[in-house]
């Protein structure tokens, strides 16, 4: 714990032999837990009649497990990380990971400012590229314009920050126009498409056209974070293991099948997160990949190097994540689990879910280059099983079969 700092550590020997019962009583006497909300983890903590207000044709609630990531240290800073999976394996390999991490001081992130882009196209332009100039040159008057129908953001220090305008085919004259907004602590889909519809009919006023699309870019490219980490060779178990682990990265570089399969690996870590807290994970998925084939080659979002005694590993990618709006207030279970995350602002949620994401792919990569992943990987997958013929015992008990 740092001085200036008063968290609960992240780590706490034992807690996965605990029952789940006092699993949740020992998070409240860490403090990151209150009684209430420990209460209704414990009752269940969607009732359906908010479910029936969140969706539409509602039956039921949908379960999965919540659980937590332990030992993650992040820019000096304990969490203890809500992920929900049905996974086997991803909880405990992530954080068996950060505690490697840890080992060498934690993981080290930054995230961009919560930019994201509105886009407006438009079709049948006449002379697109002078369009375009004439945008570009009166760019401080449109970015007025986009703050106008956003004053509340606007007073929060959010707002339009800047625009770029591409000629995508000059024949049919079809433009498309990047509006770029602060959205301070919302994932600011609901911001950037009132932007879009609002400034569309004006660009077409000025420019002619007619109005194409108003919606936002799910590759929010200027709201990206980084975030790196150091293992130890001897924390890994061996120089060896260390080599493998880099040319096992180095693989994932060199050929897509691989490719796809190492970013799986940190999706799986960074949308247990993102489910756990109501982000949008279909959202953070598509950018993700959508950021992976950038160069228009897909390669992997983290990639591991040697240092002089173990791994160095990075991790960029796009995350436009939220701390408020979407369903970060209707559903108390992500309340609570906000509650036990204990982060300031949108963009220290960004840090923290890139951080598993990294950590679940060393955890893959170190599994894989070493003894292989079946052999951890099954005995979690036997107590699943294990589950499964329960519930069916039940079951078939309960009907009489
Ligand atoms: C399984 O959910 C994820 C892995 O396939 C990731 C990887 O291969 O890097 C183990």
Redesign the pocket.
């Given at each position: 714990m740092s001085s200036e700092d008063p968290r609960p550590t992240s780590r706490i020997p034992g807690f996965y032999e605990l029952p789940v019962r006092e699993r949740i009583a020992r998070l409240v006497e860490h403090g990151l837990l209150s009684p209430e909300s420990a209460q209704l983890l414990t009752r269940g903590a969607l009732p359906v009649e908010v479910a029936d207000r969140m969706s539409e044709n509602v039956l039921a609630c949908h379960a999965l497990p919540l659980s937590v990531g332990l030992n993650f240290r992040v820019n000096q800073r304990d969490y203890v990380v809500p992920m929900a999976v049905e996974?086997p394996s991803i909880v405990a390999a992530a954080s068996n990971a950060a505690r490697l991490v840890r080992i060498s001081g934690g993981f080290v992130a930054e995230a961009d400012p919560p930019i994201m882009t509105a886009q407006i196209s438009l079709d049948g332009v006449p002379q697109p590229e002078q369009a375009r100039a004439r945008i570009h040159a009166e760019k401080a008057r449109w970015l007025e314009a986009a703050d106008r129908v956003i004053p509340s953001m606007v007073e929060r220090g959010g707002g339009a920050s800047d625009l770029e305008v591409r000629v995508l085919e000059p024949e049919s004259g079809m433009l498309v126009v990047h509006v770029y907004v602060h959205v301070g602590d919302a994932m600011g889909a609901n911001l950037v498409d009132t932007v879009a519809e609002y400034l569309a009919p004006l660009l077409v006023a000025e420019i002619g056209g007619e109005v194409g699309l108003r919606i936002l870019s799910n590759l929010p490219l200027r709201r990206c974070v980084r975030v790196e980490c150091q293992v130890s060779s001897e924390a890994l178990g061996g120089d060896r293991l260390a080599d493998r682990i880099v040319r096992a990265s180095r693989f994932a570089e060199l050929d897509v099948f691989r490719g796809v399969?190492?970013n799986?690996?940190i999706m799986?870590g960074v949308d247990a997160v993102a489910l756990a807290l109501g982000q949008d994970w279909r959202a953070i998925e598509a950018g993700a990949h959508a950021y992976a084939s950038l160069s228009g080659r897909y390669r992997p979002l983290a990639v591991w190097t040697r240092s002089e005694d173990g791994v160095v590993g990075r991790l960029e990618m796009p995350l436009a994540v939220a701390t408020v709006g979407g369903s970060t207030r209707v559903h108390a279970g992500v309340r609570a689990a906000f509650e036990i995350l204990r982060v300031q602002d949108a963009r220290e949620l960004a840090t923290v879910m890139a951080a598993v994401g990294l950590a679940s792919?060393l955890a893959?990569?170190k599994a894989?280059a070493g003894e292989g992943?079946q052999k951890g990987h099954m005995k979690l997958h036997r107590r699943k099983e294990a589950a499964s013929t329960e519930a069916g015992i039940e079951r078939s008990e309960r009907s009489g079969a």
């Open positions: 996974e399969t190492h799986k690996g799986n792919n893959a990569l894989l992943i």
